[in-house]
Nanobody, 120 residues
Framework: QVQLLESGGGLAQEGGSLELSCVAS????????MSWYRQGPGQQRELVAAINPNGRTNYANSVRGRFTISRDNARNTTYLQMRALKTEDTAVYYCQTEIAPSMGPILDYWGQGTQVTVSL
């Protein structure tokens, strides 16, 4: 079993910055990519950023150049540094990871989400 706990959400002004953290605990010995998703009001959940264990990253076009995903493998933690925030970034942000053991199926795990609200 893997548990993910997000933190760092809150209120921010447009143009401001915020950093989210996600700590994974439990059976994380075979954790592969870690990702951040978000779901705004009345919207579908979308991928924001992803990072593999070697540091390879992928970003949604809407956040590329403004958000930075990173990870600390030793601490089983991923971060999402958000800068130049826009009101469109308002959403619940979710941490997600894939666990790929040498034997058995690949499993997905999700955090409970943390609210980010950006105001003018």
């Amino acid at each position: 079993q893997v548990q993910l706990l997000e933190s760092g959400g809150g209120l921010a002004q447009e143009g401001g910055s915020l950093e989210l953290s996600c700590v994974a605990s439990g059976s994380v010995y075979a954790m592969n990519a870690m990702s951040w998703y978000r779901q705004g009001p009345g919207q579908q959940r979308e991928l924001v950023a992803a990072i593999n264990p070697n540091g390879r990253t992928n970003y949604a076009n809407s956040v590329r150049g403004r958000f930075t995903i990173s990870r600390d493998n030793a601490r089983n933690t991923t971060y999402l540094q958000m800068r130049a925030l826009k009101t469109e970034d308002t959403a619940v942000y979710y941490c997600q990871t894939e666990i790929a053991p040498s034997m058995g199926p690949i499993l997905d795990y999700w955090g409970q989400g943390t609210q980010v609200t950006v105001s003018l």
